[in-house]
């Protein structure tokens, strides 16, 4: 009798640590935003073309602001993306990666579509005018400024240099800070694609 | 032994949704909801120097907007954000800084020298508590109209018309609550209440216990 009790405890906590193993809610990686309304919409201009954010409605939308003459922090996030959309393989083509350029009098929509193209083929850059960006910018919480850099380099630009992402359905659901890996990246995409 | 088996499952099945239940009907841990990010300004302070929000990130920000003609009382607007000011010992912080920032819609004539001035009339503390402001009155629109969704229009006669409202912020730059409407608590309480619930999340929210913390977004258990 003592034994058929204590296999009946035993096998109740392990269920139950199987439960609430298998049941937990995933941990995103980045931060959740439980905004009631759609994220603001834009259309800026890539090489192809006029782009707006509500044209990718149904897929995950990606974007990050940056610049092309950017020495370190956005090459590092746009390999990392690049990375973890090659590493969750076919579902990919349900996710979409918009860089938002801040820097409007060197990046050109060609320079943005052939330095996108080092980190994924389906990368995209877009770019506006000053105002247009500055307007883009500020709605999505992403404060920039000129600063000076080197000969080489030419002015720098310091920015907010957060990862957003944007569910199916157009609402603003991740912002992942700088320095998300690769895994965690991925992590949060494949949950976000199997909603 | 089969039957024995479905008891045990049924059993571990009922008690994670009684658990569930329980954890949003008692609500353990209250949070106060992500509910977008706060837009991203340059602005001029009264001190004449720039006050960005990259500056007040890290800690927590109490955003108004008002304009130095607009007749007292004014919404008790610069009451409610002293009131808060000095009753901060109150809230177990646990050295998280908060800021305050009235942002003047009325730029043509709220110079940094008049918002000096201004702040000094109105006795306020200015030691964390900027009077901002900026020139380019088309990203101003922005910031405050869509960034901080606060109603204002410049009615031409020299008056402003605006909805009274103060936005907090998380130290992350996400906009954790607003209050657009006179309550039987007053804003003042409510605001230094939700002080209290986000330091605690901030502090508590590591390890494993973020799972709880994360649960109760889930389960939107939200601070009154």
């Known amino acids: ?54 044209d990718y409605r149904g897929k995950l939308v990606l974007i990050y602001f940056g610049y092309t003459f950017c020495p370190d922090i956005c ?80 002015y720098l630009l310091d920015h907010t240099a957060t990862l957003l992402v944007i569910d199916r359905e157009g609402y603003l659901k991740l912002v992942f800070p700088f320095g998300v890996t690769v895994p965690e990246i991925a992590d949060d995409l494949k949950y976000m694609l199997k909603q | 032994m089969n039957k024995t088996f479905l008891y045990i499952l049924y059993g571990v099945l009922a008690v994670i949704i009684l658990s569930v239940f329980a954890f949003t ?80 819609i009325d ?26 402001t900026t020139t380019n009155k088309s990203l101003l629109k922005t910031i405050i109209g869509s960034g901080f969704e606060t109603y204002y229009e410049d009615k031409g006669d020299g008056a402003f018309a605006f909805d009274p409202s103060f936005v907090l912020v998380d130290g992350w730059g996400i906009v954790r609550s607003e209050y657009r409407y006179v309550t039987e608590v007053s804003n003042a309480d409510r605001i230094l209440r939700h002080l209290g619930v986000l330091a605690e999340e901030v502090h508590n929210s590591t390890g494993s216990t973020k799972l709880a913390y994360e649960a109760a977004h889930l389960f939107l258990c939200y601070a009154p």
């Open chain 2, 107 to 132: 730029p043509d004539r709220d110079t940094p020298e008049v918002l000096n001035t201004y702040a000094q009339s109105i006795g306020a503390d200015t030691s964390n508590w900027w009077f901002a």
């Open chain 1, 1 to 54: 009798m003592k034994i058929k009790i204590f296999t009946l405890v035993i096998v109740t906590i392990l269920g139950l640590s199987a439960g609430v193993y298998f049941f937990r809610p995933h941990t995103f990686h980045g931060t959740v935003i439980q905004s009631p309304d759609l994220a603001h919409d834009f259309t800026l201009t890539s090489a192809d073309g006029d782009v707006s954010l509500s």
């Open chain 2, 25 to 104: 009907v008692f609500q353990p841990i209250q949070v106060l909801p992500r509910m977008q990010l706060a837009p991203a300004f340059n602005l001029t302070a009264q001190t004449n120097t720039p006050l960005t929000s990259e500056d007040l990130r890290g800690g927590f920000t109490l955003y108004t907007i008002t304009y130095t003609n607009c007749p007292a009382p004014c919404y008790n607007i610069n009451e409610i954000m002293q009131e808060v000011q000095s009753r901060l010992d109150e809230v177990p912080l646990g050295g998280i800084p908060v800021n305050f920032v009235t942002i003047s």
């Open chain 1, 75 to 154: 090459p590092a996030t746009l390999a990392n993306v690049g990375q973890a959309l090659r590493d969750i393989g076919d579902s990919a083509d349900d996710v979409q990666v918009i860089m938002i350029s801040l820097d409007p009098e060197r990046d050109t929509p060609e320079k943005l579509a052939q330095y996108m193209k080092h980190f994924h083929p389906s990368f995209i850059g877009v770019t506006g005018t000053p105002e247009q960006l500055a307007e883009v910018a500020a709605l999505y919480g992403i404060y920039y400024q000129k600063t000076e850099g080197s000969v080489a380099s030419g």
